[in-house]
């Protein structure tokens, strides 16, 4: 199973990106889909999630300015963000948790590459 996360960039504070992910291989269904980011030294937190029944959860930080969306025909979640801060600036990472084997409920946890988000002020 990989994901491949794209459409990081260089952005003006105010403005607006659009990240995207795909799942790919061998897989029985996805329960949870997000994205997190990562600031230097620090630990990776979420930005925002999405599960399988629509349900989606927001960091504090973005709600009001982060749309999460999933695609489940093509096994993609997207990530718009709007209103862009220059605090937004991160490495943004897409996350999975996949149901690999049939018989089972068990979700294995994805991570895909890492984007750059930067955001000038």
């Known amino acids: 199973v990989q994901l491949q996360a794209s459409g990081g960039g260089l952005v003006q504070a105010g403005g607006s990106l659009r990240l995207s992910c795909e799942a790919s291989?061998?897989?029985?269904?996805?329960?949870?889909m997000g994205w997190y980011r990562q600031y230097p030294g620090k630990e990776r937190e979420l930005v925002a999630a999405v599960t399988t029944d629509g349900p989606t959860s927001y960091a504090d930080p973005v709600k009001g300015r982060f749309t999460i969306s999933r695609d489940g025909t093509v096994n993609m979640v997207f990530l718009r963000m709007d209103s862009l801060k220059f605090e937004d600036t991160a490495v943004y990472y897409c996350?999975?948790?996949?149901?690999?084997?049939?018989?089972?409920?068990?979700?294995?946890?994805?991570w895909g590459q890492g984007t750059q988000v930067t955001v000038s002020s």
């Open positions: 996350n999975a948790q996949i149901v690999r084997f049939r018989g089972t409920t068990y979700a294995y946890n994805y």
């Open positions: 291989g061998s897989f029985v269904s996805i329960k949870r």
